[in-house]
């Protein structure tokens, strides 16, 4: 059964920094696209930060470009997201998510629970 959960989240202060985890059960990531995506309240869920299978190429919303950093652990089977110089409005619950390659959709794949990130000023 797969499983995808997030932890590492909470409160901090503007500037300050959090690094969220995923750990994947069910699967290996090695073999899946993995991605952050969050959604704040009224809001569409967004892609923060995305990492393809190979772990060779990453993707960033422009607005976390320079401060977000997605990485994968392949030994650990798990997923992390550091995030630097946090800002007010990256507040938000943030969503760990995998789907295979060749797919075009992140609703098409495995996701977890969220974790909740709140950034206050």
């Known amino acids: 059964q797969v499983h995808l959960v997030e932890s590492g989240g909470g409160l901090v202060q503007a500037g300050g920094s959090l690094r969220l985890s995923c750990a994947a059960s069910g699967f290996t990531v090695s073999g899946y696209d993995m991605a952050w995506l969050r959604q704040a309240p009224g809001q569409e869920r967004e892609v923060v930060a995305s990492?393809?299978?190979?772990?060779?190429?990453?993707t960033y919303a422009d607005v976390v470009k320079g401060r977000f950093t997605i990485s994968k652990d392949n030994a650990k089977n798990t997923v992390s997201l550091q995030m630097n110089s946090l800002k007010p409005e990256d507040t938000a619950v943030y969503y760990c998510?995998?789907?295979?390659?060749?797919?075009?959709?992140?609703?098409?794949?495995?996701w977890g629970q969220g974790t909740q990130v709140t950034v206050s000023s």
């Open positions: 998510a995998a789907k295979i390659h060749f797919s075009s959709s992140w609703s098409n794949g495995y």
């Open positions: 990492i393809n299978w190979t772990g060779r190429t990453t």
